[in-house]
């Protein structure tokens, strides 16, 4: 069977790239090196798991998807992925990638979810947007790996509940976990803290609602997903700021991880928004084997 | 209201650097020739046979799309992603050469600041 072998949630920040590796170092907010620092350590977290294969979660910001048909879940099937629009470059000047894709794993992963109840749409003519393609150059920057993606609808209400994210976290985990594969699977999405787009509480000097943000990743730092279930809707999510529904992906993200204290929690206080790092290891934390077998190396040369 | 032909608009001239070009120099223009050439033509991703009939824009919709009222559309409820997206596409450069990065993006924060604290209009379509 496959292993699962990191679980990888983050908040997306569509401005990193260019403000860490376009802007020149003396125009670089004062920030940069910091922000740059935090993610350099925490794609560590997803190196030390030596992934083979991608399972990645996010969702399209209506570049591909529109009011006229918007699916609520979708996975991509196709041999490859093209990603980054027309649009995210104008305004945030992101690279193209070509990603492999995993037919295999692609269909294996939708036949589970429709067998325990989850009715997703498919496509096999997808873009892949920001909300994958952070990720990527956070934590992944050679795109070199294959990806399942998986999309959810944060944006379009109404949603479903974070329960049913939450859920559907958990029958994503059990596919991979029976996937008949010797591969090692990392899982990693996207979403957001509180977050506010296009209303008065946006660019300021934090994030809409920063208690939010401190409890939402204690919350999940801790896998306590029944103070998720009952603090966490529609109405709580947008009175902390109108795209705060990007939280549920990270919701999702804990389904797959399950209730369980994560391995690694960092962040990152910027403005319009705070950034967050969370690893989990289902499988044992490969930093620890390291330290382990560095330590047993050092006893044998002292010996 | 119809908020729907309102996120259409949004959503098929952010997506394109010629409309975006023509509504930025003539709103008035463009937004007509949306009207005849885009909105009635069934879903967003530009086909040209089949048609939708009976999608139109309210006289305020029209008024704001062409005056570029990023105001009146979070008002209507058109959704603010597409909003803030094709307006920072619009005014972003020329804002941050005349008065610095993001200033633009505050003006705009500012200028929807007596909402603050209050319930926003619902983007739901």
Same mark, same amino acid.
């Given at each position: 069977?496959?292993?699962?072998?990191?679980?990888?949630?983050?908040?997306?920040?569509?401005?990193?790239?260019?403000?860490?590796?376009?802007?020149?170092?003396?125009?670089?907010?004062?920030?940069?090196?910091?922000?740059?620092?935090?993610?350099?350590?925490?794609?560590?977290?997803?190196?030390?798991?030596?992934?083979?294969?991608?399972?990645?979660?996010?969702?399209?910001?209506?570049?591909?998807?529109?009011?006229?048909?918007?699916?609520?879940?979708?996975?991509?099937?196709?041999?490859?992925?093209?990603?980054?629009?027309?649009?995210?470059?104008?305004?945030?000047?992101?690279?193209?990638?070509?990603?492999?894709?995993?037919?295999?794993?692609?269909?294996?992963?939708?036949?589970?979810?429709?067998?325990?109840?989850?009715?997703?749409?498919?496509?096999?003519?997808?873009?892949?947007?920001?909300?994958?393609?952070?990720?990527?150059?956070?934590?992944?920057?050679?795109?070199?790996?294959?990806?399942?993606?998986?999309?959810?609808?944060?944006?379009?209400?109404?949603?479903?509940?974070?329960?049913?994210?939450?859920?559907?976290?958990?029958?994503?985990?059990?596919?991979?976990?029976?996937?008949?594969?010797?591969?090692?699977?990392?899982?990693?999405?996207?979403?957001?803290?509180?977050?506010?787009?296009?209303?008065?509480?946006?660019?300021?000097?934090?994030?809409?609602?920063?208690?939010?943000?401190?409890?939402?990743?204690?919350?999940?730092?801790?896998?306590?997903?029944?103070?998720?279930?009952?603090?966490?809707?529609?109405?709580?999510?947008?009175?902390?700021?109108?795209?705060?529904?990007?939280?549920?992906?990270?919701?999702?993200?804990?389904?797959?991880?399950?209730?369980?204290?994560?391995?690694?929690?960092?962040?990152?206080?910027?403005?319009?928004?705070?950034?967050?790092?969370?690893?989990?290891?289902?499988?044992?934390?490969?930093?620890?084997?390291?330290?382990?077998?560095?330590?047993?190396?050092?006893?044998?040369?002292?010996? | 209201?119809?908020?729907?032909?309102?996120?259409?608009?949004?959503?098929?001239?952010?997506?394109?650097?010629?409309?975006? !070009?023509? +509504?930025?120099?003539?709103?008035?223009?463009?937004?007509?020739?949306? =009207? /005849?050439? %885009?909105?009635?033509?069934? @879903? $967003?991703?530009?086909?040209?046979?089949?048609?939708?009939?009976?999608?139109?824009?309210?006289?305020?919709?029209?008024?704001?799309?062409?005056?570029?009222?990023?105001?009146?559309?979070?008002?209507?409820? !058109?959704? +603010?992603?597409?909003?803030?997206?094709?307006?920072?596409?619009?005014? =972003? /450069?020329? %804002?941050?050469?005349?008065? @610095? $990065?993001?200033?633009?993006?505050?003006?705009?924060?500012?200028?929807?600041?007596?909402?603050?604290?209050?319930?926003?209009?619902?983007?739901?379509?």
């Amino acid at each position: 069977m496959a292993t699962l072998s990191a679980v990888l949630a983050t908040t997306h920040h569509p401005f990193f790239y260019k403000a860490t590796e376009l802007t020149p170092p003396d125009k670089q907010m004062p920030q940069a090196g910091e922000w740059k620092a935090k993610v350099e350590s925490y794609r560590e977290t997803l190196t030390a798991a030596e992934p083979e294969l991608l399972v990645m979660v996010g969702s399209d910001h209506f570049h591909q998807f529109f009011h006229d048909n918007y699916p609520t879940f979708l996975i991509g099937k196709q041999p490859r992925y093209d990603a980054t629009f027309y649009n995210e470059i104008r305004e945030f000047s992101m690279p193209t990638y070509e990603l492999e894709g995993h037919e295999e794993l692609s269909g294996f992963m939708l036949q589970g979810l429709l067998d325990r109840g989850f009715d997703f749409s498919v496509s096999n003519e997808l873009k892949i947007d920001h909300s994958i393609i952070c990720p990527i150059i956070t934590t992944r920057p050679e795109g070199d790996l294959p990806i399942v993606p998986i999309y959810t609808n944060i944006f379009a209400p109404p949603l479903p509940s974070a329960k049913r994210f939450y859920d559907l976290g958990r029958a994503i985990r059990e596919i991979i976990d029976e996937y008949p594969s010797d591969r090692r699977i990392a899982a990693i999405g996207s979403g957001h803290l509180s977050l506010e787009l296009g209303g008065p509480r946006m660019f300021g000097e934090h994030g809409p609602d920063p208690e939010w943000d401190v409890q939402a990743i204690e919350w999940l730092a801790s896998g306590d997903i029944d103070a998720i279930l009952e603090n966490v809707t529609w109405e709580s999510m947008v009175a902390a700021g109108n795209a705060t529904p990007g939280f549920l992906d990270l919701v999702l993200m804990l389904g797959i991880a399950g209730p369980e204290r994560a391995a690694y929690v960092d962040d990152l206080d910027l403005f319009h928004t705070r950034e967050m790092y969370m690893t989990w290891y289902p499988n044992g934390d490969p930093r620890e084997r390291a330290v382990e077998t560095g330590a047993a190396v050092r006893e044998e040369v002292t010996a | 209201m119809s908020k729907y032909a309102v996120n259409k608009f949004l959503f098929q001239v952010d997506r394109d650097p010629e409309l975006l !070009a023509a +509504y930025k120099d003539d709103s008035a223009a463009l937004v007509a020739r949306w =009207e /005849e050439e %885009y909105m009635p033509y069934l @879903g $967003a991703q530009g086909q040209r046979i089949e048609r939708t009939t009976w999608l139109h824009l309210s006289d305020a919709e029209r008024r704001a799309l062409v005056e570029h009222d990023y105001v009146a559309l979070f008002e209507m409820g !058109a959704h +603010y992603f597409l909003t803030l997206t094709i307006f920072i596409g619009l005014y =972003e /450069e020329d %804002y941050t050469e005349r008065s @610095g $990065a993001l200033s633009f993006q505050r003006e705009y924060a500012g200028k929807l600041g007596h909402w603050t604290g209050r319930d926003y209009p619902s983007v739901e379509c």
